[in-house]
C-alpha cells in the first residue's frame, strides 16, 4: 500500500520513522533527549507516536514546550489538553527557539538531544539528515527528526487516522502556526462566500500542502 501524497509505502513510513527513534534509544537514554513541542501538527504526531508506539523506555523521554512571545490562546489551551490526554508533563520555556534552548540545556545539563518535528519540506530542512548536530554557536545537541520525509499530506493523514487530538486553529484555515504577530488563516483556504467575515477550510483541505503550507506565515 502506498500513500498517494508522498509515493512512499506507508508501511516503509512507520518502519522508517520507529527505526530513527529506535536508534536514538540505542544511542541516548530516555532522560537525556526531550522533544521539542510547540503545539504545532508535526510535533503533536511525533508525541502521539512516542507515547502510543514505542516501549515502555521512551516514556522517560521529556517534553518541553517553546513558549513564543505572543501565543495563541488555542495553543495554550492544547498544550494543556496534550498534558491530560497523554497523562504526561511538559515543562514549560519561554522566549526564541535558541535562547530557550540554551536555558533548558543550562537548567538540565543531561540533555543530549533533541526530538523535532522538521520535515524536508521546511525552511532549511532541504539537506537535514535524520541525525544532524546543531550548528556552531548554537546549545550542542543532536537533533533527532523522525518525520524528515513525511509530507503535510502525511501527517494529516495520520492525525485523522488515529484520531489523535489537535489544536483547533488548524479548523479554522491556519496550516502553520507561530504567533499572533506572524500567523493568519492561509489564503488558499479561504471560502469565496458574500458574508462580511471570512471563512476558511480547515488545514487538512488544503491542496499541495508543501507548496502552500507556509502561505499563512506572514
Not at 512512499?8 to 533527549?33: G, H, N, V
Not at 510535533?43 to 515502555?56: F, M, Q, R, S
Not at 485523522?160 to 492561509?186: A, M, Q
Request: hydrophobic share 30%; charged share 25%.
Amino acid at each position: 500500500m502506498t500513500d498517494s501524497s508522498s509515493g512512499i509505502p506507508i508501511c516503509d513510513q512507520k518502519q522508517t520513522r520507529r527505526l530513527i527513534i529506535q536508534q536514538a534509544l540505542s544511542i541516548y537514554k530516555p532522560e537525556e533527549m526531550f522533544l521539542s513541542f510547540n503545539g504545532g501538527k508535526d510535533c503533536t504526531v511525533l508525541l502521539d507516536l512516542i507515547h502510543n508506539a514505542l516501549p515502555k523506555d521512551a516514556k522517560g523521554i521529556k517534553y518541553i514546550y517553546v513558549r513564543p512571545l505572543n501565543p495563541f490562546s488555542e495553543i495554550e489551551e492544547f498544550v494543556e489538553l496534550c498534558r491530560e490526554h497523554y497523562g504526561i508533563t511538559i515543562a514549560t520555556v519561554n522566549g526564541g527557539i535558541k535562547s530557550a534552548l540554551e536555558v533548558i540545556c543550562k537548567e538540565d545539563k543531561q540533555l543530549k538531544a533533541c526530538i523535532m518535528g522538521s520535515r524536508r519540506s521546511d525552511p532549511y530542512c532541504s539537506l537535514l539528515e535524520p541525525f544532524k548536530e546543531t550548528d556552531p554557536g548554537w546549545p550542542q545537541l543532536m537533533r533527532i527528526n523522525p518525520l524528515l520525509e513525511w509530507t503535510c499530506d502525511d501527517i494529516w493523514a495520520y492525525i485523522r487516522e488515529h484520531n489523535v487530538p489537535y489544536c483547533t486553529l488548524y479548523d479554522r484555515g491556519y496550516t502553520s502556526i507561530g504567533d499572533k504577530t506572524n500567523t493568519v488563516p492561509n489564503p488558499h483556504l479561504k471560502v469565496d462566500n458574500n458574508d462580511e467575515e471570512a471563512t476558511y477550510l480547515p488545514a487538512y483541505a488544503l491542496k499541495e500542502g508543501d507548496r502552500y503550507e507556509r502561505a499563512g506565515r506572514l
